[in-house]
């Protein structure tokens, strides 16, 4: 088999946390080529996880948000296209084309264009409602919360319901509405969901449960409230629709890579010879697991950029890239943190801690295995060996009755 | 390599301790402790790799 050439010009496209730690992981392993990097926002690349949290409560000024100091992003001798986005593949021609008109030939390139908010079918340009995605999304919401506000979440995920925390917070009545039973039940089960729910209702919170949104109310162009499946209507001075989220990926259809909800990869995240997928808009293929995923979490974004950075520059040494997936969510004093695959799990069960008490670590069971771990308010080296366990495919019949080592 | 960490940003992942546990380590609350600030050659890559990943860009790596 003939080597293929080192790379001379790689372009990332994306430029937060997985396109930012994929070129810094590309310089950090000696490529002295170009990198292009293409952000569609004109900031410098920046961290999401606080825009819902410290951003929102006006306890970070938003330059905190910044990924790298100005210098380290100028030390990694970057081709920086900000405020600009991709608008086409050529994968035979290997050039990617700008909005701004320019076309740029790659020998490899990495796709992490992330997500953007899914949104309702009505009402969109109405002023006061909202979606949280970007550091402009955050601080237009943050200037519209406090006390004597009313503001309407609709969709109890992580994103809405650390929306719905802060707000309460900051003063503001809050109504959370979710068509499920349980806030995040998708994500975490309905035992969690129901402490969570508890928490919420304790601060406040105006938490309706199973019902749709159906529609926003409007008077003259400004959102004043929300209808629901059943007839009722909740008042709003502003509406934050958190109902998930879509890859970006429009600009590759038509290239030749295969897309189904994100950009499909194999294990080692490539999309096809010297194309790689990284962070939000990646769905590959995760050897621990044997599952296709597609992860919306801060921390796979930097592995996968780090995992696909890598490849592309050694695709001889390539390494599976088998993450236990991890994430976290602050609400009001609770700190939540998850290990492992959560969807689609068979069973779940407390094994350390109680839910009455708000301190428990809950384990998940798919097939045979023990494949998540859900902690609230536990100690790090308590949640640490079930962590090692679901990374080594301990079956759920020995996780479930192995004595721990605290 | 001359390692710095920010810890009022720490998210408690505990990243950085899975894959280098000789240079970082958790508090009762998850924050991050630096064990060692000038690492040896031989924990560079492990380093390098926890920097990389850790979800709050905690960990700033200065190379001389």
Known sequence: MTARAAPRGVVVVGASAAGLTAAETLRREGFSGTITLVGGEVHLPYDRPPLSKQVLSGSWPPERTGLRQPGDIGALRLDLRLGTTATALDATARTVTLADGAVIVYDGLIIATGVRPRRLPMANSATGVHVLRTLDDALALRDRLGAGRRLVVVGAGFLGAEAAAVARSLGASVTLIEPAPVPLEHAVGAQVGAVLAEIHREHGVNLRTGTAVTGIITDAGRAVGVRQADGTEAAADDVLIAIGSQANTEWLEGSGLKLADGVVCDQYSAAAPGVYAAGDVARWHNPLFGTMMRIEHRTNAAEQGFAAARNLLRPEQARPFAPVPYFWSDQYDVKIQAYGYLPDHDESAVVDGDLEARRFLVAYRRGDFLTAVIAMSMHPKVIHPWRVMIANRVRWSSAVSAPLSA | ?64
Request: charged share 25%.
């Open chain 2, 1 to 64: 390599m001359h390692v710095e960490v920010d810890p009022p940003k720490c998210v408690t992942s505990g990243q950085c301790v899975m894959i280098a546990p000789e240079v970082f380590d958790q508090d009762d609350e998850g924050i991050v402790r630096l064990l060692d600030a000038e690492p040896a050659p031989e924990l560079r890559e492990a380093v390098t790799e926890a920097a990389a990943i850790c979800p709050a860009a905690v960990i700033r790596l200065v190379h001389e």
